[in-house]
């Protein structure tokens, strides 16, 4: 790998534009048919291609989008599309080309020390900058400042070298991320705006021409983004295209996401078993709370909850096994109430008062989850004879503490009982059986068919 200006030049290398680099590396996995981006789940048919459209293009891109659907992170993702490595001179802010630098002060270092000017190699990730907007944002911080110092050391104010350059200059030969756009003031758009329109700049009166080769990608809330005046027209029109994202569409996409996302923990020994109808409740449970009229929806409802209310259930059945001396950490209905703490800081609600409160609310949304997913696998009819059993005097209690063996006397003695569980799958082991009792018995308490009584972590089911 060559290390001077000289031995760069004598290679043959020509610099491409960042959009150059992102448009062909792009071709190249799609005529090799590798995914552009790795581990984003269920945009495949509707916000990737309009990427590859876009790069294709060589477009300014800003993703539309509520909370939790993956804009920040498709946006770092987009550094994949950059080469490798590519050559800067060696101490250069604004990473120059060395073949033809743009700062004054590395052509100055070119004409005083020609081929022998050092080069350092950039990997893709020195050459993705972000900031996330906020009102407190400005100039200095996206485009640059004088520097006291270099003035008080003998420079004239009219002279570039006395300017520290900010964020977006130093992503030169990059790709620049500004999170929630709208958050910018007006002054900040306008100077934005500029550069990437006019590549010039006023610092303290002093103009400067900046052309930088860089792609801008913004991310923003819709609701503020189409807002009049939060943004101004001229910088929105430069962004030549915009993303619609979304949550996911399926239950299944959310699972996946789900999976992938939630922390890889150390469990020691335990062996983690999550019956896949726990997911789908977890997953139903996000589903219904973006359909709920009672939650406020122009601020989303994160696909974080579903990770976070996931993790919290194991958590939850974690906690148990370790208390019991369980061997298995396996989730169950009656787990699913440490999910108020972590669902609760992340919906908002449309009307608060006394009759209004997040747990009663996520109580009822768990309970419609629950139905649903239950409706998938069980009928009514098909188990009869449970509710049979309970009028005949029986009852039954559950709760978050009891040892899994604990449930398989219920089992051998409920007539029904057994069969039902077969219906959600082969269960071997009594962790996996203590779920699916809990969950064919809500069902059919949610169904009407039995009472339910609950004190603390405590239910008891009965006729």
Not at 105 to 117: I, K, L, S, T
Not at 351 to 359: A, I, L, N, S, T
Request: hydrophobic residues 40%; charged residues 30%.
């Amino acid at each position: 790998m060559v290390s001077t200006r000289g031995e760069l030049e004598a290679s043959g290398y020509r610099a491409r534009s960042v959009r150059d680099e992102m448009r062909a590396n792009l071709l190249a996995r799609l005529d090799a048919s590798e995914r552009i981006l790795p581990g984003i789940v269920g945009y495949d048919d509707t916000v990737v291609p309009e990427i590859e459209n876009a790069i294709l293009a060589g477009h300014h891109i800003v993703f539309l989008g509520e909370r939790g659907q993956a804009k920040s992170r498709i946006i770092r993702g987009l550094t994949s599309l950059l080469d490798p490595l590519v050559p800067a001179i060696a101490g250069c802010p604004i990473n120059d080309d060395p073949l033809e630098p743009l700062c004054q002060a590395c052509r100055r270092r070119v004409a005083e020390e020609g081929a022998a000017v050092p080069v350092v190699w950039l990997e893709r990730d020195r050459r993705y900058g972000e900031k996330l907007a906020t009102p407190d944002v400005s100039m200095a911080d996206l485009v640059g400042e004088i520097d006291p110092i270099k003035v008080a050391e003998g420079r004239y104010l009219a002279d570039e070298e006395t300017i520290h350059f900010g964020l977006i200059p130093r992503t030169h030969r990059g790709i620049f991320a500004i999170n929630e756009l709208p958050d910018l003031t007006e002054k900040v758009q306008v100077g934005l705006f500029n550069l990437m329109e006019e590549k010039d700049v006023q610092i303290k009166g002093y103009k400067i021409r900046l052309p930088l080769d860089v792609v801008i990608v913004a991310s923003a809330n819709p609701e503020d983004y189409t807002s009049r005046g939060r943004i101004i027209t001229p910088l929105k029109d430069r962004f030549d295209v915009q993303i619609r994202t979304h949550y996911p569409r399926t239950i299944e996409d959310e699972i996946a996401i789900m999976e992938q996302e939630a922390a890889p923990l150390d469990r020691g020994a335990r062996e983690l078993r999550v019956p896949l109808f726990m997911k789908e409740v977890v997953a139903h449970l996000t589903f219904e709370a973006r359909a709920s009229s009672e939650i406020n929806q122009t601020s989303g409802v994160s696909v974080r909850v579903t990770i976070n209310n996931y993790e919290s259930l194991i958590s939850n059945a974690e906690k148990r096994a370790v208390r019991t001396g369980e061997r298995e950490i396996v989730p169950r209905l009656t787990d699913l109430p440490a999910v108020v703490a972590s669902m609760g800081g992340k919906i908002e609600l449309e009307y608060v008062g006394e009759d209004k409160k997040e747990g009663d609310l996520i109580d009822r949304l768990i309970g419609r989850a629950v139905l649903k997913v239950w409706d998938k696998y069980l009928q009514v009819d098909a188990l009869k004879r449970i509710p049979e059993h309970f009028e005949a005097g029986w009852g039954v209690e559950v709760s978050d503490r009891m040892r899994a063996e604990e449930y398989l006397d219920g089992i051998r003695q409920i007539p029904g009982l057994r069969e039902g569980i077969a219906l959600l799958g082969t269960f071997e082991s009594p962790g996996l059986m203590a779920a699916a009792t809990e969950f064919v018995l809500e069902g059919l308490h949610l169904h009407q068919k039995l009472n339910k009584d609950r004190e603390g972590g405590r239910l008891t089911y009965r006729a």
